[in-house]
């Protein structure tokens, strides 16, 4: 009973307001919990992107220095594909392992109504299983905006003017999607189901979730120009070293430079990734409010099975009491 009223107090219905701060709520309470608990998987992610990152800018000046210098970039062009490649992968995994472990982090939190402070062993293996369930959920939005993109462009060729329609259905597919993995992560639909229900359910309140969306964006976007600042700038000084390289020049940068490079950028992307929470809680709890119509049916008639369980529970007691009393025979006693 107490998990069908936790289920209760989490699909309710909330104004817009009441969203937000439930989302900025849900961090502050549980924060703690969530720090210690992704930290287990942000920092390795978040040190593996630094080093993928400083890597891929090392390459992309070498080859822009061997294009601008007249040499063939062909020899380049390998290493490039192969680091470009690796990258991919690791964000890929990192990507999907966070996400696993954050919609699990959720679920839980729907389920308690905290977060269950639990080992880091028990939460990764909790979340090993849906680390290919959101793999799954990456290939689909792949191949739909992939999709998407080539209608676009056959489109586009024959008249510009149709942008008119094509830009307003990306946002709209846009902001849809950014709903979807709740339902298919959280309700564990197909992913067939889960599009078609996002669409249902989103679409009806489509400018509500924009709105979300769009406050949500512009604050973790000022918190993340800020936290990634000081790594932009490592960009900056990179491609003055390597214009004095093209002049004739020698840079002086400090042997350390590299080492800063990794740092910064691995302090940037862990706050990013930790950021990401702060605009998918509020996203949480608009969820919640989508699907209350749907859960109160479901917890009305589990709060009505329970009841009727209680009482069948409480007739077999009776009847065991009347029996016990028919054996010992006080039930014939008149005191």
């Known amino acids: ?12 219905h909330r104004g817009f307001k009441r969203r ?28 593996a992107a630094a080093l993928c990152v ?32 690796v990258s991919g992968l690791v964000l890929l995994a990192g990507t999907c392992c966070w996400k696993a472990l954050e919609f699990n982090l ?16 028990s939460w990764m293996s909790i979340s090993a299983r849906d680390v290919w369930r959101f ?33 307003p259905a990306w946002i709209y597919c846009g902001v849809i999607f950014l709903l979807f993995p709740y339902y298919y992560m959280i309700e564990r639909e197909s992913l067939w189901d889960a599009f078609l229900h996002a669409f249902r359910r989103v679409t009806p309140t489509w400018g509500t979730t924009f709105g979300l969306v769009l406050l949500c964006g512009i604050v973790i976007g000022m918190f993340l120009f800020v936290v990634f600042l000081p790594a932009l700038l490592t960009l900056l000084t990179d491609a003055a070293a390597a214009k004095a390289v093209l002049d004739g020049n020698m840079p002086d940068l400090p042997p350390y430079y590299s080492v800063l490079q990794v ?9 990013g990734l930790m950021a990401t929470l702060a605009f998918d809680a509020p996203l949480l709890f608009h ?49």
């Open 287 to 335: 969820y919640g409010t989508l699907m209350a119509k749907d859960k109160e049916a479901m917890l009305a008639a589990a709060r009505a099975e329970e009841e009727r369980l209680k009482a069948e529970r409480a007739r077999l007691a009776a009847a065991k009491e009347r029996e016990a009393a028919y054996r010992d025979g006080s039930a014939f006693r008149p005191w």
């Open 20 to 47: 937000l701060l439930e989302g900025f709520r849900f961090l502050e309470r549980n924060f703690t919990a969530l720090f210690r608990v992704s930290s287990f998987v942000l920092i390795p992610f978040a040190l």
């Open 1 to 12: 009973m107490e998990n069908i009223e936790l289920l209760s107090a989490f699909y309710k």
């Open 263 to 271: 740092v910064l950028w691995f302090v940037g992307i862990w706050l």
């Open 106 to 121: 959720f679920r839980s939190y729907i389920e308690y109504g905290y977060v269950p402070s639990r080992s880091a062993g």
């Open 135 to 167: 793999f799954l959920f990456v290939l689909f939005c792949v191949f739909f905006w992939a999709l998407f993109g080539a209608v676009a462009y056959m489109l586009v060729v024959l008249s510009v003017w149709l942008l008119v329609v094509l830009v």
């Open 54 to 85: 400083v890597w891929l800018t090392a390459e992309a000046y070498d080859a822009v220095s061997t294009v601008v210098s007249g040499q063939s970039p062909l020899q380049l062009l390998d290493g490039m594909i192969g680091s470009v490649a």
